[in-house]
């Protein structure tokens, strides 16, 4: 994105609370929803013509990707999500809290102790070694829980080997289950390592997790096991493997607004065109400090950067302990009055110092933008994470606690 200028009026943000320290993150509700509707219609093609719709169930694990997990889940389920996907009992129990009331699955299952949080919350874990199902039945019995009350889905390790029950082990997972009243499986599922890679010597990886998965649902199906939902596709699937959508998909980073990197980097320009996408956060802080410094001076720590000329230098209100990557020191930069002002120096935890010499009528309390929309003007996350050899993931869920999100439209 080349620098252009915009109006000389001092920048805003709508909605941005004005007591406390100028650093927020505007979270767009439309971005939001309109995302999650695009996922769904682009998994349910018309011309498909199923009896059932495909269901959605939308990551709001890692806070949400640092947008808000609770008060995301809420407008998610407000705009149809089917599922919610958290990491464990302590993420579902603050989205119950916030009022949510629709099935969440706990994908990084749970250890002992957790249960009967799970059973209280109404949160169906992922089971990823046979004997977490005795675990499981010991806290329905104990709340004296009814038959089939406990809803839970299996996970099958089809090859990342991470997380998940290996297919051999099948038949001891319908030997145990058999015996667990209380327990209801809801769902079978596993993780893709590499759905985004289709050059190379990993590009068939996919295709093998998908046969081994299958295989696997096939055998459970044969020991009379009702499977429920099938799911498979994270992100980079839903947008660019059909074949894996079964009964339900997961996005993840998409509902955000980003496609995950590809590989061949073509494949990211077709993902993007055939499933648009809106970039939800938008991280800003305001310029504390105006100065002006001389030609060959030193900026910020260690004068890691020094100015080749006389410049003006800003300081912005926000530094690595609210989500700018310490990382983005002398190589990134943000957008003032719709500018793209360089990071210099070393970022620091609480401020950050950026070069605004080239940028107009610059003045104290101006907005800069460190990723996402100004205006008309957009700096994306995923070209900054990629700028700096890290994933969008990384630079959303950076932002932290202490960083107001404001939600708007």
């Not at 769904?40 to 808000?68: C, M, W």
């Not at 080749?308 to 209100?317: D, G, M, N, T, Y």
Request: aromatic share 6%; net charge positive.
């Amino acid at each position: 994105m080349s620098p252009t200028r915009t109006s000389a009026k001092r920048s805003a943000a709508p909605g941005k609370p004005e007591n406390g320290r100028p650093v927020w993150a505007d979270i767009s509700i439309s971005a939001l929803t309109y995302n999650l509707r695009a996922i769904r219609d682009f998994v349910n093609p018309k011309a498909e013509q199923r009896a059932t719709p495909r269901k959605v169930l939308s990551i709001v694990k890692g806070n949400a990707y640092g947008h808000g997990g609770p008060a995301v889940a809420k407008i998610l389920e407000k705009a149809g999500s089917d599922w919610f996907g958290v990491t464990g009992a302590t993420e579902g129990e603050q989205v119950r809290k916030a009022g949510v009331k629709k099935p969440i699955l706990a994908l990084t299952s749970f250890w002992p102790g957790e249960e009967q949080k799970l059973l209280a919350n109404r949160i169906s874990p992922a089971v990823i070694r046979c004997e977490q199902l005795a675990a499981l039945e010991n806290a329905a019995a104990r709340r004296k829980l009814g038959k089939g009350a406990v809803g839970f889905h299996l996970k099958i390790d089809s090859g990342m080997n991470r997380l998940g029950i290996s297919p051999n082990d099948v038949e001891c997972f319908a030997r145990q289950y058999e015996k667990c009243k209380r327990l209801k499986l809801e769902g079978v599922f596993t993780h893709f390592a590499s759905s985004e890679v289709f050059a190379g010597p990993v590009a068939e990886q996919t295709s093998r997790q998908e046969e081994k998965f299958h295989r696997a649902v096939e055998r459970l199906r044969a020991l009379g096991v009702d499977t429920g939902l099938i799911h498979l596709a994270n992100s980079a699937a839903i947008a660019s493997r059909p074949e894996t959508w079964a009964d339900m998909v997961r996005p993840g980073a998409i509902l955000y607004g980003y496609h995950p990197g590809y590989d061949p980097m073509e494949r990211r320009g077709e993902a993007e065109r055939e499933l648009p996408l809106r970039p939800v956060m938008s991280l800003r802080a305001r310029i504390i400090s105006l100065r002006h410094v001389g030609a060959n001076e030193g900026v910020g720590y260690g004068a890691k950067f020094v100015t080749a000329r006389p410049s003006k230098i800003a300081v912005l209100a926000a530094g690595y302990g609210d989500g700018i990557h310490r990382s983005l020191g002398n190589k990134g930069s943000v957008l003032v009055r719709g500018v793209l002002a360089p990071i210099v120096g070393i970022v620091s935890m609480d401020v950050t110092m950026i070069d605004v010499t080239d940028v107009p009528d610059v003045t104290l309390g101006d907005v800069a933008t460190i990723y996402g929309s100004e205006g008309e003007h957009l700096l994306a996350a995923n070209l900054v994470a990629r700028s700096i050899g890290t994933v969008t993931s990384d630079l959303l869920c950076a932002v932290s606690a202490r960083v107001p999100r404001v939600y708007g439209a």
